[in-house]
């Protein structure tokens, strides 16, 4: 990007945000010579199997760009407040933090604290927006930025974008665009806001929708549903939760987990919810509520993905089984 923000006195602003989402929005902040910038974001948490200690995205980012960087673990903390207060910032920027922001923190800098938000509010309020347009089939989702106020997701409208969602969308290539729309609407509105010059309207609260903290069992594949409902959580949780189903093999539960899939439509198998069959263009097919879900692409945890005609040579016994 190459916007360069109009405003004519230095700015300081503390940013706050968590995961890879917020990296393109702080990366393009950071750019801006006449933007004093400080970083607020989530402590290091254990990941992976060995569980080691890792910072946020954003502060991996941060410390390349030689950034000051606050990771409390409670942001309501008296002492974080304090903190805050003396950096005297003039703005805070909020995109996906992951925390609330307390009314006393909120009333700090000068110009309020601007949240981005990847949804057309009221749209989609919550942690998982982005993951929420996919499951629910939308045709278009966008970006808001709004003035918080003490309600998640709740204060007033300040601008907004709208992108049309692709048909084989995933959460995978949707929130890099989401991201990359929120950093151009951002510096486009940045300007504009500390000038003075944008009012803010107020969201219509009765049409909100709400989202939800996913968990590891958010991805369990549930037969019983309708296949379009299936594909869809496919591609929402590609990533994480990433979607899953167990299978029993002999003695074994095992866990496996979906890339890719596409719908079969109809009753074509006739058979019980949850067996798998094969057809001439899907390899493993799987009955659901009102047809088949085709899977195209698995792993057995902790093995690699594989497609799956592949999958089939290897563990062909899954033909014929009863998924859980």
């Not at 945890?301 to 899954?318: C, L, M």
Request: aromatic residues 6%.
């Amino acid at each position: 990007m190459t916007h360069k923000l109009s405003i004519n006195a230095p700015t300081r602003i503390i940013f706050f945000g968590t995961p890879e989402f917020s990296v393109p929005i702080l990366t393009e902040l950071a750019s801006e010579n006449n933007l004093e910038l400080f970083l607020v974001t989530a402590p290091p948490r254990p990941f992976g199997r060995t569980q080691t200690l890792t910072p946020t995205a954003v502060s991996i980012e941060g410390a390349k760009l030689h950034l000051s960087i606050l990771e409390p673990e409670n942001p309501a903390a008296d002492e974080f407040i304090e903190k805050i207060k003396e950096l005297k910032p003039d703005l805070f920027v909020v995109a996906a933090y992951g925390k609330i922001l307390s009314p006393v923190l909120l009333a700090i800098p000068k110009y309020g604290a601007l949240n981005i938000h990847p949804s057309l509010l009221p749209k989609l309020r919550g942690p998982s927006p982005i993951e929420g347009a996919i499951l629910a089939g939308l045709d278009e989702t966008g970006v808001t930025i709004i003035l918080m106020d003490a309600l998640m997701d709740h204060g007033p409208i300040v601008a907004h974008e709208k992108i049309k969602i692709l048909p084989s969308e995933t959460r995978l290539s949707l929130s890099p665009r989401l991201a990359d729309i929120s950093s151009r609407l951002l510096m486009k509105t940045l300007p504009q806001w500390v000038a003075g010059k944008i009012t803010p309207t107020d969201q219509q609260h009765d049409s909100a929708t709400f989202t939800k903290i996913l968990t590891r069992d958010d991805g369990r594949i549930l037969w019983n549903r309708p296949a379009v409902e299936l594909e869809r959580q496919v591609r929402a949780y590609l990533g994480w939760p990433d979607s899953f189903f167990m299978w029993q093999r002999n003695s074994l539960m095992l866990r496996c987990k979906v890339e890719s899939a596409h719908i079969i439509l109809g009753p074509i198998a006739e058979k019980p919810i949850g067996a798998v069959w094969q057809g001439p263009d899907a390899p493993i097919a799987v009955q659901t509520i009102d047809g088949s879900l085709s899977i195209d692409r698995l792993w057995l945890e902790g093995k690699t993905s594989a497609p799956s005609a592949e999958f089939v040579n290897g563990y062909p016994d899954i033909i014929g089984a009863m998924l859980l």
